[in-house]
């Protein structure tokens, strides 16, 4: 059984500071890694995403990703903070290579900006 | 990319009635995947609709309580049955899509139900 753990429920950072959001991963077949943002009384949006190509992902609004096997992490990263990135962040999981694109998600985490 | 549309997007239901909730996308995909996401959670699988066949639900998810139908390979609904408060949530359709963005999952952008 696959399983997503984001750690830190709430994140907050000041603007034009480093944004780091963790998430590691537990997959018996190789997994496909998805960040997805949230921003209030919206859904979904996809972020970046893994999948077996390069480790170093980059994806919009100026986040990248690192997919690292030896520690089965997929850590969201941003250079310098914007107000606008204050949002909910999901990492998730997929089997995709194998017939079945369910995704199972993290618990989230909400990231607050401190102007 | 796939797009995705729900309806409704938002409604507000009485206790007891059901809601059926329908998506569209806009190209042909095997599988469909329906989630709810409860106020201040995460998002958790309810089923996976198969085109011709019944949906595969979770644990802790029931058909009587959930029922879904997938007459084609681009449209399906979720219906909540019975509804009180603890339904009250943002049900969200998904679609993979393998081709077009190299194997993505993309969601619709939901239906906030609200029970009263």
């Known amino acids: 059984a696959q399983s997503v753990t984001q750690l830190g429920s709430h994140v907050s950072v000041s603007e034009g500071a480093l944004v780091l959001l963790r998430c590691n991963y537990s997959?018996?077949?190789?997994?496909?890694l998805f960040w997805y943002v949230q921003y209030p009384n919206q859904g979904l949006q996809l972020l970046l995403k893994y999948t077996s190509a390069a480790t170093l992902v980059k994806g919009i609004n100026g986040f990248e990703a690192e997919f690292k096997k030896s520690e089965t992490s997929f850590h969201l990263t941003k250079p310098s903070a914007h107000m606008s990135d204050a949002a909910e962040y999901f990492c998730a999981v997929s089997d995709f290579d194998f017939g079945n694109e369910k995704l199972t998600f993290g618990t989230g985490t909400r990231l607050t900006i401190i102007p | 990319s796939a797009v995705i549309s729900q309806k409704p997007s938002r409604d507000i239901c009485q206790r007891g009635t059901s809601l059926t909730i329908q998506c569209q996308v806009d190209?042909?995909?095997?599988?469909m995947f329906w989630y709810r996401q409860q106020p201040g959670q995460s998002l958790t699988l309810i089923a996976t609709?198969?085109?011709?066949?019944?949906?595969?639900?979770e644990s802790g998810f029931v058909i009587d309580k959930f029922p879904i139908s997938r007459p084609n390979l681009t449209f399906s609904t979720l219906t909540v049955s019975n509804m009180s408060p603890e339904d009250s949530s943002i049900y969200l359709c998904?679609?993979?899509?393998?081709?077009?963005?190299?194997?993505?999952?993309?969601f619709g952008e939901g239906s906030w139900l609200t029970v009263v």
């Open positions: 609709a198969n085109q011709g066949s019944e949906a595969t639900y």
């Open positions: 997959s018996s077949v190789p997994p496909y």
């Open positions: 998904s679609v993979g899509d393998r081709v077009s963005s190299g194997n993505t999952i993309y």
């Open positions: 190209s042909q995909v095997t599988m």
